[in-house]
Each structure stands twice: as C-alpha cells, then as structure tokens.
C-alpha cells in the first residue's frame, strides 16, 4: 500500500485489514499507530490519508483529556490564535478550522474573539474526534458546526468562508503541501492562516524529527508559489514541543467579509451545489447524497450514496 494508491477506505480490502488490525495493535502496545503504517508500506517521512484518518481516530477524547488535565496551557494556545484571528474577522463574518480534531481549539478561539462569527465551522477527516468535538463544544456552550471532510476536498464552495485556519492539522502531510494550501487558499475569501510547525525556522534535531514523521516542509515557499501574499511569517511566542516548533504563515486575500452569510456546501465528489436537509445532504443535479452519523454529517467522496430518488 502506498500513499498514492490508498487515499480512499476502499482500496484494496486485505491491505486494508491488516492496517486497520496493526494499527490497532500498535496502538493498543502503547506504540506509535503512524509508525507502524509507514513501516508496513516501506515509506520513510510519507503519511497515507488512510493511515493519518485510523491513527487520529484511534485517539479521539485524548485531546480532551488533555485539557482537563492542562487548561492553561489549552488557554493559552487559543488566546494566542485568537489574537491572530480576531483583526482578520468582522463580527458576524465566518470562520472554518481545517482538521479541528476534538475542537478543543476551536472552542477555545471562539470564545475567545471578539469579532464574533456568525458561523464557525470545524472539520476533520475522523468521525470519531468529530464527535468528541461535538461533545467539547456543548460543553463549553460555543456554537460551532462540525463535520468529517478531507481537508485536500472541502466541501464547501469557493470563497465561501472569510477565514480559514489551521493547527497542526496540515502537518502530517508532508509532499502534499501544494495541494493543502490550493486548496485553503479556494474556499477562504479573506485569509488563510497557517498555524503549523515550520522546518525551516527549526533546529536540527527538530528538523529531523519532522522528517522522520512525515511532517511538511516549505509551506512559505509554497504559498509564495502558488501566487500567496504571505503577511507574516514567524515562530509563535507559546509552542507547546520545541521538536515541533509552532509557527504562523498568514495569507491575506482581497475579499471582503460577509457578514451572516452561510458558507454553501458543495458535494466533494462532482463539485456541485448541496444542499443540508437536517438528516442528509443532498446534491440534486447529481443525485448523490452524503449521510450524517449521530449528528456528524460524513463529507468525503468516498461516503457519497447514489440515491437518485431521495427527493422523491
Ligand atoms: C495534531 S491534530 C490537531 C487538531 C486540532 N487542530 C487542534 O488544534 O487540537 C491534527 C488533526 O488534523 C486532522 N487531519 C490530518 N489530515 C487531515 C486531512 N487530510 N483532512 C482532514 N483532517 C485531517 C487529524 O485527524 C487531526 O485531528
């Protein structure tokens, strides 16, 4: 299995099982369950989607437990985000985290703002840290719509959110850089901000960790090439792992907030208009729709169901 050919849950069933089941194992024996997938696929520093989505499941409610145990660190990683974020919101505007895992950021950064969003809306390709988000969420009162998405096919229209930001959610993406920030950069209409660990502003011994882990590289020079006015570009003044040194890379765009309007889905697999029905998402022009599971709508291509006469 190689990250090229196993994006998808339904490639090759037996290769499949014997990942799920070891990375299962792996993790079980307190092992790394990343490690153990790009040891069975023979590749150094290459992260498959399939891989990255069991390892990350496998630790949905550890980022919650987290925070209970350490709040103030939690703070103050979402303070120092929320600084950033709130001069780029207008109040009533939109904002997406992109791979928000258990939304323990997300929450903290909402309450945190002052321009609040008039929707604020998280994404992650695991249902199970989805749902621990959702849980999070209720928790702390913040309103804020989480769904399962791939984060190289947002399912949202072009332009259709006012600030898109990541943390430590490209990360482990490592040779898909381009493809990340294309991607962020079509659906934010006013910013992009990249909270990520930045292995050019790392040591040495940081540098080789991040390669070892598949982690990415160049995301400046990237951003930079593919036509991004990067605004600000540094190490963060709170990173929690020296040998994973946050940093921030702020794109600004030319759009204009706007203000209270819904970003529009889009069906990640034909590109068309979708629209929530409650219970399921429909994409009328194409009859394809996408289930939601105990609250989580399941956005990826692959969780699309041809069902031509769902609307009758
Ligand atoms: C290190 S965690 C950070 C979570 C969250 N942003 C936070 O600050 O707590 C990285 C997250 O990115 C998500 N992720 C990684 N690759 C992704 C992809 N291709 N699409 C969507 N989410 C992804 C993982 O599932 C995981 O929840």
């Not at 997938?37 to 949905?60: C, F, H, P």
């Amino acid at each position: 299995m190689n990250a090229e050919s196993d994006n998808t849950l339904r490639s090759n069933s037996d290769e499949l099982r014997h990942l799920i089941l070891g990375m299962r194992a792996a993790y079980a024996r307190g092992e790394n369950a990343m490690e153990y997938a790009r040891q069975m696929a023979g590749t150094i520093g290459n992260n498959s989607v399939v891989a990255t989505l069991i390892a990350y499941d496998l630790q949905a409610g550890s980022y919650v437990a987290g925070v209970r145990e350490n709040p103030e660190a939690n703070s103050r990683w979402c303070a120092q985000l929320a600084e950033i974020l709130d001069p780029l919101l207008t109040n009533g505007g939109t904002l997406l985290e992109v791979g928000c895992g258990e939304a323990t950021t997300l929450a903290g950064v909402v309450q945190r703002l002052t321009n609040t969003p008039s929707h604020a809306l998280g994404l992650d390709i695991s249902w199970s840290r989805c749902t621990e988000g959702q849980g999070w969420l209720a928790e702390k009162e913040v309103s804020a719509r989480l769904f399962v998405a791939d984060l190289f096919d947002i399912p949202l229209e072009d332009e259709s959110v006012d600030v898109v930001y990541t943390s430590h959610s490209i990360e482990p993406n490592g040779g898909r850089e381009e493809d990340a920030i294309r991607e962020l950069m079509r659906v934010a209409r006013r910013a992009v901000v990249l909270v990520e660990p930045i292995y050019e502003l790392a040591n040495e011994n940081a540098q080789s960790r991040m390669r070892s882990h598949g982690y990415v590289r160049g995301l400046k020079e990237t951003a930079e090439r593919l036509g991004a006015k990067v605004n600000d570009y540094r190490l963060l003044d709170h990173i929690s792992n020296p040998l994973n040194p946050s940093g921030l890379i702020l794109i600004e765009k030319s759009g204009v907030t706007q203000e209270g309007v819904a970003p529009a889905w889009l069906c990640p697999l034909t590109h068309t208009p979708m629209s929530d029905l409650g219970d399921v998402f429909v994409s009328e022009s194409s009859g394809l729709v996408y289930p939601v599971l105990r609250g989580i709508p399941l956005l990826r291509a692959e969780h699309g169901v041809v069902a031509s006469k769902i609307l009758g």
